[in-house]
């Protein structure tokens, strides 16, 4: 009796060990179901395992942005929480708006955003010398991003670049009258009919205006205010004159173009044969973020091939040099980015204030 039930202990023990030996080898051999994966879309890697799961575990990322909704929800939100599964919330402000609130937040540490983004490399500047847009990270896909879009730390990148273009309304230039050219929009046949916005209102209006000056002619602030240009507070209006046909023409972004021909208005997208200035949208990780891993993910996501898809997809340039250029409605491709003008953010220290100041003499503060 004793021996049989040290025999049935035996075979217990056996099976025991042998169970245990081929739970292991499955695990080896096929890995854990509770192992954390890596973040891999189409091919290329966004986020290593450890970043990805703390990212899902955070659950969340908050942006304070200036790219319109209109644009970033179909662009990024959708393809973002698609692919990761991770809520992304969006605040969306002008670039003066923002910065007022995020100084003011700082300041009280209570700053809510996880990314942020601004037009005005000033003001960039200025975010990063307190200390609120200054952490480094350098994204999986830094070498494929261009020295121009990125810092050279990884603190802030070209999430998105927007060239400026000139509209027509085609309800009131004739085709035989419409522009080819910046130079053109001198012509007195023009007079009273071109609107556009003030300096004053940010980076692009800025940028563009310089553009036009140092590029196309370096009396061009004084000649097509002779013209009698129309200068308004904000884009918005200048789109919605534009529309109406109260005036014949405007410039600003390409996508506000596109958006308003999408919807049936008689719209038609110019790229002057001169070349165009861009309007940079930049940002990185908030120093305080309360989602850090989850920023890390977005901004990785952000200057992917596949986030620079999505966005070429609203009309604008991503960050990833190997992502084609986006296409007109009309088929129409866009020049490649780096045939455009952007001013280096060294620059716009440098001359920023005086250039302003140039332009107020001629057209005052809007």
Not at 69 to 75: C, G, L, S
Not at 314 to 342: E, I, N
Request: a positive charge; glycine letters at 6%; hydrophobic letters at 40%.
């Amino acid at each position: 009796m004793r021996i049989q039930k040290e025999e049935k202990m035996r075979r217990k023990n056996c099976v025991t060990v042998i169970s245990s030996v081929i739970a292991a080898s499955c695990l080896c051999l096929f890995g854990s179901t509770a192992t954390a994966q890596a973040l891999v879309v189409d091919g290329e890697q966004i986020a290593d395992a450890k970043t990805f799961a703390a990212a899902k575990k955070e659950g969340k990322v908050l942006v304070y942005g200036t790219w319109p909704e209109r644009n970033w929800n179909p662009a990024v939100k959708a393809n973002f929480e698609k692919d990761t599964g991770i809520t992304l919330e969006f605040v969306r402000m002008t670039t003066q708006v923002l910065f007022q609130r995020v100084t003011a937040e700082a300041a009280a540490n209570r700053l809510a955003a996880d990314v942020i983004d601004v037009t005005d490399a000033i003001l960039l500047g200025q975010l990063m010398q307190r200390n609120i847009l200054n952490k480094p990270h350098k994204v999986p896909s830094f070498n494929r991003i261009p020295a121009d879009a990125k810092d050279p730390e990884g603190r802030w990148y070209a999430f998105m670049r927007l060239p400026i273009a000139i509209g027509i309304n085609t309800a009131v230039i004739k085709p035989a009258d419409e522009p080819k050219r910046w130079i053109d929009l001198l012509d007195p046949k023009y007079r009273g009919q071109i609107g556009t916005s003030s300096l004053d209102v940010g980076g692009s209006a800025f940028t563009t205006w310089l553009f036009l000056r140092e590029k196309i002619n370096p009396d061009y602030w004084s000649r097509i205010r002779e013209n009698k240009i129309r200068v308004y507070p904000s884009v918005a209006p200048v789109l919605t004159d534009l529309v109406r046909g109260e005036i014949g023409i405007g410039f600003m972004g390409v996508t506000s173009f596109q958006e308003q021909e999408r919807a049936g208005a008689p719209i038609k997208t110019v790229f002057p044969e001169e070349g165009s200035s861009l309007l940079s949208i930049q940002g990185g990780i908030a120093n305080s973020a309360t989602h850090p891993n989850a920023a890390i993910v977005l901004v990785n996501w952000l200057t992917s091939k596949r986030g620079s898809a999505a966005i070429a997809q609203q009309k604008a340039y991503g960050a990833h040099m190997d992502v084609p250029p986006p296409t007109l409605l009309d088929g129409r491709k866009f020049a490649p980015v780096d045939t455009l003008w952007d001013l280096p953010l060294d620059r716009w220290a440098k001359i920023r204030e005086p250039a302003s100041e140039e332009w107020r003499k001629l057209y005052g503060r809007r």
